[in-house]
């Protein structure tokens, strides 16, 4: 019995089904792009009910400043103004900042501009990257050192503190440059000194704990936690430094790590940078101590004065969860303090046992000098005594001005960075020059489609009908797809991969047809050497995708910003080459042969 065999140049139902399905998705996707964006601030209640606000008051807040409103809506808790102008965005945030007070949140957006039943579903435009959009760029040094010998400090005080409980005396701690802790003991307190160091072993397990000899041992930063430790420290910068950005209002902020110990933040639609700048560059942390009477540490107070306090503070910053500022019985700023559990239970611990006491806060600032190195300042801020019991939430009063207890409060919420960092690079991109690289990207774009699409149409006649529409298709679901996955932005680099990308494309169908061509000319008929062309070209397309969407890796995980920006266009353009160059097209032509044989007249000649 003969096999039958399966037909030729025939896709199943379901297999056209998953195109037109998948084609249709990705091209519902790109549509917010063509309506494009509106400016936007977006306001959020932190303590009231956001359907409180006025809208009309708003509007009449606004145009005080002849500030353009398109439309002002409330949705769940957020209440959203679109603004006429993008130029506007940032003085309407500032104005609304000014009238709302610190009860609201008011952060810099930009709504799509496509119609409801478009956003109802969630589809968005492609996010612009700082080059398109506008804004300003800020590159920042984190000091590792100073991390690293803040940490040797913690490990001295832990030390000594440990060796005063235990009643050695004689012993003498020490840090030697810049990655040791030496502790020299007298030898008759050697079994007493093995506890410490099994308990010093359980708080730093990761660093190198050596004898030196019948009387000394050390703690060292090996080279491998030195690694470990600097890379956590980036982490937790970068964390915080998030964490500041968005309580500027900015959504769509870039925060990423840059080499070794930098990192890059951009911030899109920001057009003045100084509030930007001081809030992020700030280094600020906030420490309770308790006063002693003699020996300790010095500090200045604000006066001048210098006081004496001890040298491990009862509550470190890390434990604030939140600040606000406000004012009290007697009109005079303050900032209230929320702490996390921990914290609570250490402040309740501390006030029950030194009730009516005095407690100080200070609050300490990195700075660079002359000679580039980091100097810590810092300076008593506060100095009260402890009436009662202190919990979770407590206040810091006689605030020197409204504006220092928002700053502070700000800088609070947001966390202290655990390294000092610098400002070592800036730049700005005003809205209109990145108007202008949209404009200037897109007219490439356009110019290089219509010579491919004319040469084609001329060259491969109806063939070329078919290589025509799987590249249009091409560049629609790149857009789709790029709207859909989130996280992705254009960049001026990304319009550059996807002028490439349709290259790419038509270049696929070119392979197909050419072999096309040579099979009709070894006498094959129509419908064996469409098959032939597209099964034996399909190799060697996938074997150039391949290699290219290696370099797109590559290029995705070592670079930074606008580069990463070109290689996720090319690799997600890899893809949709791919469905549309192979597979939507050979759909196409499988259709068409249904209909007519002379599909190849003057293309097989």
Same mark, same amino acid.
Request: aromatic share 6%; with cysteine.
């Given at each position: 019995?003969?096999?039958?065999?399966?037909?030729?140049?025939?896709?199943?139902?379901?297999?056209?089904?998953?195109?037109?399905?998948?084609?249709?998705?990705?091209?519902?996707?790109?549509?917010?792009?063509?309506?494009?964006?509106?400016?936007?601030?977006?306001?959020?209640?932190?303590?009231?009910?956001?359907?409180?606000?006025?809208?009309?008051?708003?509007?009449?807040?606004?145009?005080?400043?002849?500030?353009?409103?398109?439309?002002?809506?409330?949705?769940?808790?957020?209440?959203?103004?679109?603004?006429?102008?993008?130029?506007?965005?940032?003085?309407?945030?500032?104005?609304?900042?000014?009238?709302?007070?610190?009860?609201?949140?008011?952060?810099?957006?930009?709504?799509?501009?496509?119609?409801?039943?478009?956003?109802?579903?969630?589809?968005?435009?492609?996010?612009?990257?700082?080059?398109?959009?506008?804004?300003?760029?800020?590159?920042?040094?984190?000091?590792?050192?100073?991390?690293?010998?803040?940490?040797?400090?913690?490990?001295?005080?832990?030390?000594?503190?440990?060796?005063?409980?235990?009643?050695?005396?004689?012993?003498?701690?020490?840090?030697?440059?810049?990655?040791?802790?030496?502790?020299?003991?007298?030898?008759?307190?050697?079994?007493?000194?093995?506890?410490?160091?099994?308990?010093?072993?359980?708080?730093?397990?990761?660093?190198?704990?050596?004898?030196?000899?019948?009387?000394?041992?050390?703690?060292?930063?090996?080279?491998?936690?030195?690694?470990?430790?600097?890379?956590?420290?980036?982490?937790?910068?970068?964390?915080?430094?998030?964490?500041?950005?968005?309580?500027?209002?900015?959504?769509?902020?870039?925060?990423?790590?840059?080499?070794?110990?930098?990192?890059?933040?951009?911030?899109?639609?920001?057009?003045?940078?100084?509030?930007?700048?001081?809030?992020?560059?700030?280094?600020?942390?906030?420490?309770?101590?308790?006063?002693?009477?003699?020996?300790?540490?010095?500090?200045?107070?604000?006066?001048?004065?210098?006081?004496?306090?001890?040298?491990?503070?009862?509550?470190?910053?890390?434990?604030?969860?939140?600040?606000?500022?406000?004012?009290?019985?007697?009109?005079?700023?303050?900032?209230?303090?929320?702490?996390?559990?921990?914290?609570?239970?250490?402040?309740?611990?501390?006030?029950?046992?030194?009730?009516?006491?005095?407690?100080?806060?200070?609050?300490?600032?990195?700075?660079?000098?002359?000679?580039?190195?980091?100097?810590?300042?810092?300076?008593?801020?506060?100095?009260?005594?402890?009436?009662?019991?202190?919990?979770?939430?407590?206040?810091?009063?006689?605030?020197?001005?409204?504006?220092?207890?928002?700053?502070?409060?700000?800088?609070?919420?947001?966390?202290?960075?655990?390294?000092?960092?610098?400002?070592?690079?800036?730049?700005?991109?005003?809205?209109?020059?990145?108007?202008?690289?949209?404009?200037?990207?897109?007219?490439?774009?356009?110019?290089?489609?219509?010579?491919?699409?004319?040469? *084609?149409? +001329?060259?491969?006649?109806?063939? /070329?009908? =078919?290589?025509?529409? !799987?590249?249009?298709?091409? %560049?629609?679901? #790149?857009?789709?797809?790029?709207?859909?996955?989130?996280?992705?932005?254009?960049?001026?680099?990304?319009?550059?991969?996807?002028?490439?990308?349709?290259?790419?494309?038509?270049?696929?169908?070119?392979?197909?047809?050419?072999?096309?061509?040579?099979?009709?000319?070894?006498?094959?008929?129509?419908?064996?050497?469409?098959?032939?062309?597209?099964?034996?070209?399909?190799?060697?397309?996938?074997?150039?995708?391949?290699?290219?969407?290696?370099?797109? *890796?590559? +290029?995705?995980?070592?670079?930074? /910003?606008? =580069?990463?920006?070109? !290689?996720?266009?090319?690799? %997600?353009?890899? #893809?949709?080459?791919?469905?549309?160059?192979?597979?939507?097209?050979?759909?196409?032509?499988?259709?068409?042969?249904?209909?007519?044989?002379?599909?190849?007249?003057?293309?097989?000649?």
């Amino acid at each position: 019995m003969k096999a039958k065999n399966s037909p030729t140049n025939r896709f199943a139902l379901w297999q056209y089904l998953v195109l037109v399905v998948t084609i249709i998705i990705l091209t519902i996707s790109a549509l917010p792009n063509l309506y494009g964006e509106h400016a936007a601030v977006n306001i959020t209640s932190k303590v009231r009910d956001i359907h409180n606000l006025d809208a009309d008051r708003l509007n009449q807040a606004l145009a005080d400043l002849q500030i353009g409103v398109r439309k002002i809506t409330t949705n769940n808790d957020k209440t959203t103004v679109l603004l006429q102008s993008t130029e506007q965005q940032q003085a309407a945030q500032h104005q609304l900042k000014t009238y709302l007070g610190e009860g609201y949140t008011v952060a810099m957006s930009m709504q799509a501009a496509a119609p409801n039943w478009l956003t109802d579903i969630g589809a968005a435009p492609i996010k612009l990257g700082l080059d398109l959009r506008g804004g300003v760029q800020f590159l920042l040094d984190v000091d590792t050192d100073v991390a690293i010998t803040d940490r040797l400090e913690q490990i001295k005080d832990q030390a000594k503190q440990q060796i005063r409980q235990a009643r050695v005396y004689g012993a003498k701690v020490r840090v030697v440059g810049q990655n040791k802790v030496v502790i020299d003991y007298p030898e008759k307190d050697f079994e007493k000194m093995a506890e410490i160091k099994r308990t010093l072993k359980q708080l730093y397990p990761d660093l190198l704990h050596k004898r030196d000899g019948a009387d000394t041992f050390s703690i060292h930063f090996t080279e491998q936690a030195k690694t470990a430790f600097e890379r956590e420290i980036i982490k937790q910068n970068l964390h915080t430094l998030r964490g500041r950005i968005e309580e500027l209002g900015i959504t769509e902020a870039v925060t990423q790590r840059q080499g070794k110990n930098r990192i890059r933040v951009e911030l899109p639609g920001v057009q003045d940078p100084a509030e930007a700048r001081r809030i992020i560059g700030a280094t600020a942390s906030l420490d309770f101590y308790k006063l002693k009477a003699t020996g300790g540490k010095a500090f200045k107070t604000e006066d001048g004065r210098t006081v004496k306090l001890h040298k491990t503070p009862v509550l470190a910053g890390k434990h604030i969860k939140d600040a606000h500022s406000g004012v009290d019985e007697m009109g005079m700023p303050l900032v209230n303090l929320v702490l996390d559990a921990q914290g609570g239970k250490i402040m309740t611990k501390h006030s029950q046992k030194f009730l009516g006491k005095p407690m100080v806060t200070v609050f300490s600032e990195y700075s660079k000098n002359d000679q580039g190195k980091s100097i810590k300042t810092s300076k008593v801020i506060n100095m009260a005594t402890i009436q009662g019991v202190l919990g979770s939430r407590f206040s810091i009063t006689n605030m020197k001005s409204p504006r220092a207890a928002q700053e502070l409060a700000l800088l609070l919420r947001a966390g202290s960075l655990t390294a000092p960092v610098t400002i070592v690079g800036e730049s700005s991109i005003g809205p209109s020059l990145g108007q202008e690289n949209i404009n200037n990207g897109m007219a490439a774009l356009m110019l290089g489609m219509g010579i491919i699409l004319a040469f *084609m149409a +001329l060259w491969y006649r109806r063939l /070329g009908f =078919v290589a025509n529409t !799987a590249l249009i298709f091409n %560049l629609v679901c #790149l857009m789709g797809l790029m709207s859909l996955i989130p996280g992705v932005v254009l960049t001026m680099p990304g319009i550059a991969g996807l002028v490439l990308t349709v290259g790419m494309a038509v270049d696929t169908n070119v392979l197909i047809f050419e072999r096309i061509k040579e099979e009709s000319r070894r006498g094959r008929s129509l419908q064996s050497a469409v098959e032939h062309g597209y099964n034996n070209a399909f190799a060697t397309i996938l074997d150039a995708n391949i290699t290219t969407g290696i370099t797109a *890796m590559i +290029l995705y995980t070592v670079g930074y /910003g606008p =580069v990463k920006g070109f !290689a996720i266009t090319l690799g %997600l353009g890899l #893809l949709t080459s791919m469905f549309t160059g192979v597979f939507a097209s050979r759909a196409m032509v499988n259709l068409m042969l249904t209909k007519s044989s002379r599909l190849l007249k003057g293309v097989t000649a």
